[in-house]
């Protein structure tokens, strides 16, 4: 049976926004109302994604609360996917999302190898809203163009189209990143290659101090002279020696 693929995703966002409503959601389909701030919970979720096929995500739901607030370097050091999570009804909670963004692109090497998406969340509450769809799509754009969805934890609106949404958009970036290792690897095999080549052919064999040194025997039908002119051919022992040795090489 082949290996699964593996995604870990974190959602990030402030204290109260839907966070471990959506991870439920995701998980079990159904919505939890009642509120307890989180630490940390983590969910290894075996699921088909559209576009992927069979794999295995790890969700990891994090802390939103200030007093956790220390603990993102962490999340954000051990992740390469980020859902940042806000609450329509909360304009604090959009404002901090941007901070986060902030934070996640002055944390990594490269920021161009995150995935990051931001959720406006409890969509449902449309009467409270204090966060426009339209901004949400700006500060999206802002973000370097990234994906952006309104969801309900409550009633399901948009809950498994942005999960699947972001683990596809991970899963694109390493199947990139596969190929691009692959390639660096040919390249510097073939670079490997040639240098054996190179090597094979401009090098010298070590030889024994039994075997005669015929470097200097011509590989036509010439020979090679050496400095001392007055010096006869060589005269090889029958036994040690063949006929075309002694005939194509000169004393040095």
């Known amino acids: ?98 901070d986060l ?45 990234c994906p952006f969805m309104e969801t309900s934890a409550m009633d399901g609106t948009n809950v498994q189209e942005f ?3 972001l683990v596809g958009s991970m899963s694109g970036r390493v199947k990139t990143s596969a190929v691009q290792r692959r390639q660096r690897a040919t390249s510097v095999g073939a670079k490997a290659a040639l240098i054996r080549g190179s090597l094979r052919i401009g090098g010298r064999r070590a030889r024994s101090s039994s075997q005669p040194d015929l470097s200097v025997c011509s590989t036509d039908s010439g020979a090679y002279n050496f400095p001392i002119s007055s010096v006869g051919p060589i005269d090889f022992p029958d036994t040690e020696v063949g006929e075309n040795a002694k005939k194509r090489c000169t004393i040095m």
């Open 1 to 98: 049976m082949p290996i699964k693929p593996e995604y870990k995703v974190t959602l990030l966002g402030a204290g109260g926004v839907g966070k471990s409503a959506l991870t439920l959601r995701i998980i079990s389909g159904v919505f939890t109302p009642t509120y307890n701030p989180t630490v940390e919970d983590y969910y290894r979720h075996d699921t088909m994604i559209d576009g992927v096929g069979p794999c295995i995500v790890e969700i990891l739901d994090t802390a939103g609360t200030e007093q956790f607030a220390s603990m993102r370097q962490l999340y954000i050091s051990n992740c390469k996917a980020f859902a940042l999570v806000y609450s329509i009804d909360d304009r604090a909670s959009f404002e901090e999302t941007l």
């Open 101 to 145: 963004y902030q934070q996640i692109t002055t944390s990594v090497s490269n920021p161009s190898d995150v995935t990051v998406m931001l959720i406006g969340n409890k969509c449902d509450l449309e009467h409270q809203r204090e966060v426009e769809h339209s901004e949400g799509k700006q500060a999206a754009r802002d973000m370097g163009n």
């Open 163 to 165: 999960f699947v949404k």
